[in-house]
């Protein structure tokens, strides 16, 4: 009964669940996943993969976006859709996002100083108020440029602790770390947010870059993202790109920087001189 509960609340409360088996097993794995976890974040097991982003003016490398993937000792590459939930439910993301990040950084560190590195910045991870300081303490640790550094943060965690948030990101901004607003279009979309935070990059997301080749709604949408953007002098960055029939619209567009299959997965740090040569 208590596994069926479980089941209904995940799937949205105000609901009933009949148990059956299979949740046992769901719940069994997910369980031990997580005590896995506990184990394998101290064992430096998550590792950073890194995701080319493209300058569509020149085409040239501009930099990476940081995804973290697990190394399991036994199961292999295990992806984030996976362990990121758990992590987000059970407190330990921040421990895993540090870990992750300062692997990334270190690793960077003595790339093309021109290459962006950007990380995520996970909701939990935004509502605390000693962020800024532990970022910048990593940034000291690692001997990582403070400008080479973009913090990517979502619209709707802004608003959990709307002051809160200004603090850290004004304090984040101060240090000379860029700030970029994922999943732009999903959330609020509140154009108040833009004018109370210093946004230097919006990123669309990839449920308008699916939809801007055939819908003329969504390419009017985006039309309109680039054009705020680059107003207010912030880069626009498009992710999720799979063709060339995408990547074409979003350059007929204007879009400044784009990321996606079509010019690579990505790539663990042992591939990432063949990118960068």
Known sequence: ADIAMYAAKHQGRNRFSWFDASMERELQARTELEVSMRRAIPAGEFEPYFEQQIDLTTGRLQGFEVLARWNHPTMGIIAPDRFIPIAEETGMIADLSFSVIRKALTEARD??????????????????PWLAQKIVKLLVETSFPANRLEIEITETSLFDNLSLAQSIVGSLKNQGIKIALDDFGTGYSSLSLLQQFPIQCIKIDRAFVNDVVTETAT???????????????????????????????????????????LFSR???????????K
């Open 266 to 276: 990505p790539v663990h740090v042992d591939d990432v001189p063949r990118v960068v």
């Open 111 to 128: 790339w093309d100083p021109s290459l962006i590195i950007s990380v995520n910045i996970s909701p939990t991870q935004l509502r605390d």
């Open 219 to 261: 390419q009017n949408i985006v039309r309109t993202i680039i054009a705020m953007a680059s107003a207010m002098g912030a880069d626009v960055v498009a992710e999720g790109i799979e063709t060339t029939e995408q990547l074409a619209q979003l350059t007929s567009l204007e879009c400044h920087r784009a990321q996606g299959y």
